[in-house]
């Protein structure tokens, strides 16, 4: 079953709603269970503090009308000389009245007195102004014969909590739906560029590799960027797994024609010798068929291996040796084919380079064999040079090739660009092929040019080793 999904502008949208409704909820619930509590223990310990500084002070009027005026507490003393309960309060609310203090319901009871008579410590009581919605609070207590009462007016803080909450319900209602759409607009500015990029994926994945022009200045960008580079690198492989595809499609091809045409002969002439049509060369032709398709064999495994490696032999070598037994090894051929090598001599040593030995052999094995194979005019020109950054390697001969000869062409898998002049010579097409893999495979570098009729094949030696290159090949 398919997971239902959620826009993620819809999901912050809500999220942030809530948090503000969940804010709100924690207020009210604070304003209406916290804050009343809160407000009482700070109203308490106002008196409480105000008559410790009349205890521990002198009583005088000033002093008393001082500590009214800075914190905000009504002080009032009667004298306690015998007089009745009645008479005792009502000049007590005489002297209330007098400080602006209007209460109707206010009394000192009699056990309150005695009590503090007694005890010699403050009592502390809040009077329930009814209809007022406030609430007198007061601490009392008799110094000397006097009695001495702090008061002050307390409101009804449940119902004040209950108007803030109905107000804040109001206000919120209001500024949730602004904030809403100010979510919305914002996280739309956030999530539009992501929806361009989850179409620039799709088509990705349907191998159309597109890109995005909308990048922002932030981590989306940086996302979108690297969507960008990948489409490329895609593309980019892509191209050339096809272009690997079409040349493996064609490899089969000419490996089947290779093989075919010695097969043909050799079922051929076996027939004749069957029919008792042999000359005496029959068995001659069949074994040189018979090798022609070992030689086509063993230079397919060669080249197969070539591609399939994955770690070369690598050690310090010195390139002139190996292209010195190169010669040892093709010099009965170049006597053979009277082929003139010119070589510019040189006294300096060359510097030393990380290659396989046996592959870079294979290498100057192949050019040479080649050169000899083709050279129009018996002569082979080799020379060298050496730079900070590299070694080169150059080997030309005279060719039949075309001036229009697409030179590319030469470094495909049985690809024969001109006729042998001794067909005893005749190549698989195969030998430039596993050159070039050979230099790739090392991270070095060869190319081809015809210049007049002249084929040049130049071999870049690279002295450090190049950044791992990106591999093509199919898998």
Do not use: C
Not at 177 to 200: A, C, H, Q
């Amino acid at each position: 079953m398919k997971k239902k999904t959620r826009k993620i502008s819809t999901t912050l949208t809500l999220t942030f709603s809530l948090i503000i409704i969940a804010s709100f909820f924690v207020m009210f619930i604070f304003n209406t269970m916290i804050v009343p509590y809160y407000y009482n223990a700070k109203m308490e310990h106002k008196v409480t503090s105000v008559m410790e500084m009349i205890q521990q002070s002198s009583s005088s009027e000033e002093q008393l009308e001082r500590l009214e005026n800075e914190h905000q507490v009504t002080i009032t003393t009667q004298p306690i000389d015998g007089a009745s309960l009645d008479d005792f309060n009502e000049a007590l609310t005489l002297n209330l009245n007098r400080k602006k203090v209007a209460l109707n319901r206010f009394w000192v009871t009699q056990e309150t007195l005695d009590q503090l008579r007694q005890t010699a410590r403050p009592i502390q009581r809040s009077f329930d102004q009814g209809k007022q919605k406030s609430s007198f609070l007061v601490e009392m207590m008799v110094i000397d014969d006097t009695f001495y009462l702090v008061g002050v007016s307390t409101v009804n803080f449940s119902e004040t909590a209950a108007l803030i909450n109905s107000f804040n319900l109001i206000s919120l209602s209001l500024t949730l739906i602004l904030i809403i759409f100010l979510i919305y607009v914002s996280v739309r500015k956030i999530t539009d560029p992501l929806v361009e990029l989850k179409k620039v994926a799709e088509e990705i994945t349907a191998l159309t590799f597109v890109t995005t022009e909308n990048i922002p200045a932030n981590e989306i960008g940086e996302l979108a960027v690297s969507i960008n580079k990948m489409s490329h690198a895609l593309a980019t492989y892509q191209k050339n797994l096809l272009a690997k595809n079409d040349q493996l499609k064609q490899f089969t091809a000419d490996l089947t024609h290779e093989l075919k045409t010695p097969i043909a002969l050799i079922k051929a002439y076996g027939s004749g010798i069957e029919d008792g049509l042999d000359d005496g060369t029959y068995l001659t032709i069949i074994l040189q068929q018979a090798q022609r398709l070992n030689e086509i064999v063993d230079q397919m495994l060669d080249y197969a291996k070539l591609e399939q490696q994955q770690t070369l032999q690598k050690v310090p070598i010195q390139l002139s040796e190996i292209w010195q037994q190169t010669l040892r090894d093709q010099e009965s051929l170049l006597e053979k084919e009277m082929i003139l090598l010119l070589e510019a001599q040189t006294d300096t040593s060359m510097s030393l380079i990380e290659a396989d030995p046996l592959l870079i052999k294979r290498t100057f094995d192949n050019l040479l064999t080649n050169s000899i194979k083709y050279t129009t005019d018996k002569e082979i020109q080799v020379s060298w040079r050496e730079t900070n950054d590299f070694i080169e390697f150059s080997i030309s001969n005279q060719t039949s090739l075309p001036s229009d000869f697409d030179i590319e062409k030469l470094w495909e898998a049985f690809y024969v660009h001109e006729k042998s002049r001794n067909k005893n010579l005749s190549g698989t097409g195969l030998g430039l092929s596993i050159v070039q893999s050979i230099m790739n495979e090392h991270g070095f570098d060869i190319e081809a040019r015809l210049v007049h009729k002249t084929l040049i094949f130049n071999l870049h030696f690279n002295k450090k080793a190049k950044a791992a290159f990106f591999d093509e090949r199919v898998v």
